[in-house]
């Protein structure tokens, strides 16, 4: 009776274990595709986290250039400013000194051109020629025949 009993175990073990096998494979099957869904999901959120970067990214650098050029603009309105406080501070200066056309610095000048005239009279008187003084005090021959013009109208 024992073999009986071990003949219909086996005999039961021989149905159910190509039964097992195959819910075994099922099992295995689902564990797979539902593997490779969280696969296609987790690359497809992947792909959406690598978009919204490249966007962040470019907006940064849009960002970054537009900083650039704002902070260029400040740079040329500091320099337009220190150009205009050059000006003004070089006004100030000019009215505080005292001015360089004084009637003494006039006065000092106008004997200078006197004495020049008196000097290229001379010369002209001893019988130099216009060329001659002209050298000598580096004037154009030009400028030395108005001088000597003008002392002729003065004399007439």
Do not use: C
Request: no cysteine; proline share 2%.
């Amino acid at each position: 009776m024992a073999w009986v009993f071990l003949l219909v175990g086996i005999f039961l073990l021989l149905l159910t274990v190509p039964q097992l096998i195959k819910e075994q494979k099922a099992d295995t099957g689902e564990s797979l595709s539902y593997l490779q869904r969280q696969l296609k999901e987790l690359s497809r959120e992947k792909q959406q986290l690598e978009e919204q970067l490249a966007k962040q990214q470019e907006t940064a650098v849009a960002l970054a250039a537009g900083v650039e050029e704002q902070l260029a603009l400040v740079v040329d309105s500091i320099n337009a400013l220190q150009d205009r406080m050059k000006r003004w501070e070089n006004v100030l200066h000019n009215l505080n000194s005292p001015p360089e056309n004084s009637f003494r610095n006039v006065m000092d000048e106008v004997s200078k051109q006197l004495t020049l005239f008196e000097e290229i009279y001379r010369d002209y008187d001893l019988g130099k020629s216009v060329t001659e003084i002209a050298q000598k005090y580096n004037r154009g021959k030009g400028e030395i025949e108005l001088i000597l013009s003008l002392r002729k109208q003065d004399v007439g």
